[in-house]
């Protein structure tokens, strides 16, 4: 996953609509975005971070930052990922950095113990994808202890990402 910082905008109410338009405008000669989902701006460092939050400021508009993950465009999405991330309008899919926790499986966990593992942690997934030709997994942040303890039954060990 790649590092990703998110600006949620706090768009006044009863603005035209060109306003959203001229922050748009205003953004391209000066930041730039990776991507954008609604009111989400999405930058790829804190450089460019800064860049737009000034640019909020001259406009006046609230702004919360966030840590996001961009997920390789081959991840796997669970059923549970609407709950954890969100796709943009790029067709990128994130993930909230705060609430979720990757993992995988150590290179000396045994392969046919690590299948049994997996099928009990499907059920929690949010994600999975390749890194190296090495499955990553990705649960709830508060699964991280129940991980754990799953590869434990089954003699193996994760690594946290």
Same mark, same amino acid.
């Given at each position: 996953?790649?590092?990703?910082?998110?600006? #949620?905008?706090?768009?006044?109410?009863?603005? !035209?609509?060109?306003f959203?338009?001229q &922050?748009?405008?205003t +953004?391209a000669?000066k930041?730039? *975005? %990776?991507?954008? $989902?609604?009111?989400? +701006?999405?930058?790829?460092?804190?450089?460019?971070r800064?860049?737009?939050?000034?640019?909020?400021a001259?406009?006046?508009? =609230?702004?919360? @930052? /966030?840590? #996001?993950? #961009? *997920?390789?465009?081959?991840? $796997?999405l669970t $059923?549970?990922f609407? $709950?954890?991330?969100f @796709?943009?309008?790029?067709?990128?899919?994130?993930l909230?950095?705060?609430?979720?926790?990757? %993992?995988? %499986? @150590?290179s000396?966990?045994?392969e046919a113990?690590?299948?049994?593992?997996?099928l009990?942690? =499907? =059920?929690? #997934?949010?994600?999975?994808?390749?890194?190296?030709?090495?499955? &990553?997994f990705?649960?709830?942040?508060? !699964?991280?202890e129940? /991980?754990?303890g799953?590869?434990?039954?089954?003699?193996c060990?994760?690594?946290? !990402?």
């Amino acid at each position: 996953m790649e590092p990703k910082i998110g600006l #949620l905008m706090d768009l006044p109410e009863g603005k !035209l609509p060109g306003f959203y338009a001229q &922050i748009v405008k205003t +953004l391209a000669g000066k930041a730039e *975005l %990776f991507d954008r $989902d609604k009111e989400m +701006l999405i930058v790829s460092n804190e450089e460019q971070r800064l860049v737009v939050l000034d640019i909020m400021a001259e406009y006046k508009i =609230e702004t919360d @930052t /966030m840590k #996001l993950s #961009l *997920l390789p465009d081959d991840a $796997d999405l669970t $059923d549970l990922f609407s $709950d954890y991330g969100f @796709t943009s309008r790029a067709e990128h899919n994130y993930l909230y950095e705060k609430i979720v926790v990757p %993992f995988r %499986f @150590t290179s000396d966990s045994p392969e046919a113990e690590v299948d049994q593992a997996v099928l009990q942690i =499907e =059920e929690h #997934l949010v994600a999975q994808y390749k890194e190296q030709n090495r499955d &990553i997994f990705v649960v709830d942040r508060q !699964l991280e202890e129940l /991980m754990q303890g799953i590869a434990k039954a089954y003699r193996c060990k994760i690594e946290i !990402l």
